[in-house]
């Protein structure tokens, strides 16, 4: 049916520089520099709203992307460009189970939630209560609660809990700290990936792997664009990211 | 466990330059450049083989993107970097309806399906049966067969089957000629995505989506580059692919 | 000698956030958010000048670069990158006879009037009185004024005045409308330029190029990352221009 | 006039894939995978030729950028969208008086030999008697030998003889060790550029420049994407080079 539950999420797209995510509720206001309208009672997907200065704005469903952009944010993010990747050059599997340090804001943590199923689960680990806060949060609004266990603890000294889990992702500043401690948490063969704004942490890093045991060693960056597509004229857009971080993966192995 | 079950997919990893994926059978002969071997009994995840030539040989498991790069192929292949945009740019879930026009070579088929749980279902496409039998053979060798249904159809004349599927996923020459039946076979909100090579397609088939009733369209373009770490020294690879596809995304709203 | 002369331009380098480039007269006030300072009698390159904050300001020599990015403007400025990319793709020498079309802020102008030599000279076309006063204006202040010849007159109508020239360079919003004229007023083998930001403009002109006898068509766009290099670590910039202009280059045949 | 005069460079085009770069003799006979000819007594820029397979060879200019891809080589070569950006970012004007170390193929002699002026003047420094006999050749045939000053040298140990000069350019595997050198043959304000492949070569002589007294300094990646525009469709080239050299810029300043 295309029926809208109460308090599932919606986007109200008015234009590209004119969209907003939100909970449906009936009755509930919305401001916008558009003008102002009500969220009808019976709301269905695909519904046109029209505002007090006689806007449109459509109800859509928000994509993986549009959660992990509109996060609360108490840190970096993960970028959904970067996030495909993530999955892509790991095995991940809703059934896998992964352990991800730090929880961040929680930007992963709702996307492979979402992505998980049971027994599939990520324990996701931070020191910093506050940020692990946020990080639930946004796991509750947007994600799968129940796929996500958190751990408030300090990865660089004590490490993880679990054992054979298929992937550690690791965004920390000091991701060479917590090398051994991925090797003893993962399987045979299992995949390491960190993430890294400079070429420095990627090296020391990809140093402390390959001494521990790590191989099949990759880094990559990945850039993306959008593009202007118009009847008069179609081209690149000005505005583009020049970088968010390098990830790097390898795969534990026995010891030679 | 480690254990590696027979028929079970492993990758061979003896450098950047020397690595295969193949399906495990104990006593199986490898032949490469770095010399041959046979594989064990009771092979293990990352175990190390040793070729005729002293070579050592990691027992890993395959990336998702391993089983991609690796397909049989008849057709363009997605790229991995580009799939992993797919998911994060739709709403895509473990139980997701989604269709996809063509099968290609089986590339999107594989990887959704090893992330589809049922309900989750995969309708795939395709015109040309040749293709269309090397993009099933992907998915039994690399995928899940059970959540993919196949269909031999000329989309361009018949359209889909499924009605309220989430998202409709289209690589063809012509893309605005399925987006009606895209339109039809969607629900509300949900995601119509198509990859083309060239600008015009994108802009011939986004002006079809307008009118026809497609809101919140973008058109990406995502470059990945690989970076050399080494002791001596850290580098972007002189290898890049310049170009792949060109992905865009519009979400169906109702008739204004 | 190392004396700036009165009149000459300088950098006050205070660091990436707080450089100016100015005419050097003794006594001449400078204000800016790190403090101020006047300019010393007997100013000489390299020397350091102290803010009423304390902050050092070093005098250096403007790039080319920094010409074109601190002119005054009316229209789309030329990029330093991009112009680069002229001057190798086509035979640019000092002794070069160069037409461009229109004088916009007078980028290109100010640059070519600084690597040409007499006889090598710039006729510099607008429609746009306004316009081609501040291109004028720019070319008195940062490059050779007596290597320019600025027109003003609609070239799209009424072409050019000059014949046997050795480039062309067109930045117009239709730059099919000049490629007969550009025919008829260069020398065999000789180049066309044009840069357009849109594809649909790429593909039309050199349509035009390829029916009136252009040859060796080639088109290209570039784009330059900065890179942040500091001992705690390196990075690229997380702010990139993601689009200026494609840039398009043929060269006049004969007839078959 | 339209006559080629014997001797010069011509580019024989017969297609993307099929043009040639050679010094034009009346009956020179030219051999390709498209036919075999001879070229005709009074050659004309923009003739065609047609060789015995009846296919067409335009007769055009070689472009700066023409010469540098088609050079002997010995060593790595600039690329032409870098040495635009070496044009940009110095204050290079026909006049210069610039140093190179070292001469690798003479690409960058060939380029600025052609963009320079007398007094301007080019000295080029290699260790090695052989790259520097192919850098002279290559720059008696297509630069201008005689604003280009040869030195082999140890510039290591030895440095540079000129002083006052306006511009340093360093490819050399450690360029860290010429910097001090550079500072003294260098004028207050002048620049010091650098390619290096590897980010550590960029952070230690950029460290190695702060301390000998060098300002302004920056670091820029370029690339750049060919496009095939055709009628049937418009996209980037599947072609790219992922990486050439890091470009590094500093001037010269008086020590605090």
Known sequence: MDKVREGEYIILWGGPDANFIT????????????????????????????????????????????????????????????????????????????????SGSGAMAVILSNLL??????????????????????????????????????????????????????DLPEPWRVVKHAYKSLKYGGFLVFASPNIEQVKETRKCMYETGFVAMRTVEVLMRDWQIRDVGCRPEHEMRGHTLFYSFGRKAKHP
């Open 23 to 102: 909970k449906y509720k009936p009755g509930k206001p919305i401001h916008s520099h558009r003008g102002v309208f009500n969220l009808p009672e019976n709301l269905e997907w695909g519904d046109i709203l029209v505002s007090s200065k006689g806007r449109k704005f459509y109800v859509i469903k928000p994509s993986n992307a549009d959660f992990v952009l509109r996060l609360k944010r108490k840190t970096n993010i993960f970028y959904p460009k970067d996030m495909g990747i993530v999955l892509l050059y790991t095995d991940f599997k809703p059934h896998s189970k992964v352990i991800e340090a730090g």
């Open 117 to 170: 199923v049971r027994p599939g689960r990520l324990f996701s680990y931070d020191n910093n209560p506050t940020h692990q806060r946020v990080a639930k949060e946004n796991v509750q609004n947007f994600g799968k609660p129940e796929n996500v266990i958190f751990r408030l603890r300090d990865v660089y000294v004590c490490g993880f809990i679990e054992r054979d889990v298929d992937i550690v992702i690791v």
